[in-house]
């Protein structure tokens, strides 16, 4: 036996057993329900697969048999009630909990007959029956007070719903159908109803506008649906100051640039007017110029098609050409800073030796300073010698000024 307690919207279990299937009204479930249940008409509910068993336990009922149908595996169960003295429809239900039935090992001996677990409805007429043999073969007693009627007792026994719905419970299953009726006679054809006449075209809200006041045509009368242009905004605020940027560094050279794309302007004469395509790097753009007596422009005092195209071709390629001046002469700047920077270099380094080689002398004679076998090599020490050994200073500034020029032309032409 499997024993319950049911507290609010809970099931907690207090005893429990193995279960094992194919067994038939033998397994019995005892539940133990707390004050806030004492009042409802009890439906403990089983669910397996897609097929659900009512098992009822009536208003004073406390124990059920577990369904014979359920087979090996999971079982959910779970508790619903109504209370038959309120017509507001109160419910209550519990959270379902699970119920695990093992497999028996019981083979039948051929096919086996489950009796199936009664419907809700015939539990609900089995509880009537039962209710009313208990009020028969009685003492004779005080008039009692007038009995319920039948509907209050199937709601006291689980039925939810109106007295209508109930009382249309009750009918039993449709009967045969019946033999068909004799064909009915013909009817008269009727009289043709009498054709609508066409209305009037309405007026459209030109011609109203007009019936209203406004002078003009309709044209004018499209154009003044158009609202009038806002006010200007106001001026913003004036922004802060930027801060002074900090000197930066010197760039390299960047790569030469792609080719730019002289714009191309072609005319196109026809009798009412002249379309104008220009083509550049961003696509074609066209526009239209009507010419004529209707207020046009009249082109007739300008260049012929062919003269403007010819002009633009001409404008192009001295441009382009003046673009390849420019490139070729950065490229020789280019080639002479390099070759300037690479004579100053090997200039550099010249000197760096021969410094270094007058070091190694000057160290030389400190270490003869003390004896008079130097006296010779110091007389031979003059100025013209000096000159003709290394270099001047004046010459070194002079190729450090020429470096300075030629970075100087770089810098004017790049920019």
């Known amino acids: 036996m499997w024993k319950f307690l049911v507290k609010q919207q809970k099931i907690e279990v207090l005893e429990r057993e193995v279960i094992a299937d194919k067994q038939i009204a033998f397994v019995?479930?005892?539940?133990?329900?707390?004050?806030d249940w004492k009042k409802f008409h009890k439906v403990v509910q089983f669910t397996q697969c897609d097929e659900t068993y009512n098992r009822v336990l009536g208003s004073d009922g406390t124990s059920c048999l577990?369904?014979?149908?359920?087979?090996?595996?999971?079982?959910?169960?779970?508790?619903?009630?109504?209370?038959?003295?309120?017509?507001?429809?109160?419910?209550?239900?519990?959270?379902?909990?699970?119920?695990?039935?093992?497999?028996?090992?019981?083979?039948?001996?051929?096919?086996e007959?489950?009796?199936?677990?009664?419907?809700?409805?015939?539990?609900?007429?089995?509880?009537l029956d039962e209710k009313a043999a208990s009020l028969q073969n009685g003492a004779d007693g005080k008039d009692g007070t007038d009995g319920k009627s039948a509907f209050e007792?199937?709601?006291?026994?689980?039925?939810?719903?109106?007295?209508?719905?109930?009382?249309?419970?009750?009918?039993?299953?449709?009967?045969?159908?019946?033999?068909?009726?004799?064909?009915?006679?013909?009817?008269?054809?009727?009289?043709?109803?009498?054709n609508g006449q066409n209305g009037t075209d309405g007026k459209s809200a030109y011609l109203i506008a007009v019936?209203?006041?406004?002078?003009?045509?309709?044209?004018?009368?499209?154009?003044?649906?158009?609202?009038?242009?806002?006010?200007?905004?106001?001026?913003?605020?004036?922004?802060?100051?930027?801060?002074?940027?900090?000197?930066?560094?010197?760039?390299?050279d960047g790569v030469n640039g792609s080719d730019g794309v002289s714009p191309i302007v072609i005319l196109t004469e026809r009798d009412d007017g002249v379309l104008v395509s220009i083509t550049d790097a961003n696509g074609v753009h066209t526009a239209f110029i009507r010419h004529g007596n209707d207020g046009g422009v009249d082109l007739s005092p300008y260049a012929k098609t062919e003269t403007v195209n010819s002009q633009i071709q001409t404008l192009s390629e001295s441009t382009a050409e003046s673009i390849q001046a420019v490139s070729q002469r950065s490229d020789n700047l280019k080639s002479e800073y390099n070759k300037l920077a690479a004579d100053f270099t090997r200039y550099c380094d010249e000197n760096?030796?021969?410094?270094?080689?007058?070091?190694?002398?000057?160290?030389?004679?400190?270490?003869?300073?003390?004896?008079?076998?130097?006296?010779?090599?110091?007389?031979?020490?003059?100025?013209?010698?000096?000159?003709?050994?290394?270099?001047?200073?004046?010459?070194?500034?002079?190729l450090i000024d020429d470096i300075q020029t030629a970075l100087a032309d770089i810098v004017e032409v790049t920019e």
């Open 66 to 111: 577990l369904p014979s149908e359920l087979h090996a595996g999971t079982v959910k169960m779970s508790i619903f009630g109504y209370d038959s003295e309120n017509t507001s429809g109160l419910r209550a239900t519990t959270v379902s909990i699970a119920l695990h039935i093992r497999p028996s090992g019981f083979m039948p001996d051929g096919a």
């Open 28 to 35: 019995n479930l005892k539940f133990v329900f707390d004050g």
């Open 211 to 252: 019936e209203h006041g406004f002078t003009g045509t309709e044209a004018e009368w499209l154009e003044s649906l158009k609202g009038a242009d806002g006010l200007p905004g106001k001026d913003g605020e004036k922004g802060a100051d930027g801060r002074d940027g900090v000197d930066g560094t010197n760039g390299q």
């Open 352 to 398: 760096t030796l021969a410094v270094q080689s007058n070091k190694d002398e000057i160290q030389k004679l400190e270490v003869d300073a003390h004896n008079h076998g130097n006296k010779e090599f110091l007389d031979s020490l003059t100025a013209q010698f000096l000159d003709e050994k290394y270099a001047s200073k004046s010459d070194v500034q002079s």
């Open 153 to 194: 007792i199937a709601v006291e026994n689980g039925f939810v719903g109106t007295k209508s719905e109930w009382l249309e419970s009750l009918k039993g299953i449709d009967g045969l159908p019946g033999k068909d009726g004799r064909d009915g006679t013909d009817g008269k054809n009727g009289i043709d109803g009498v």
């Open 113 to 127: 007959e489950i009796p199936p677990t009664p419907d809700l409805y015939a539990q609900l007429l089995q509880k």
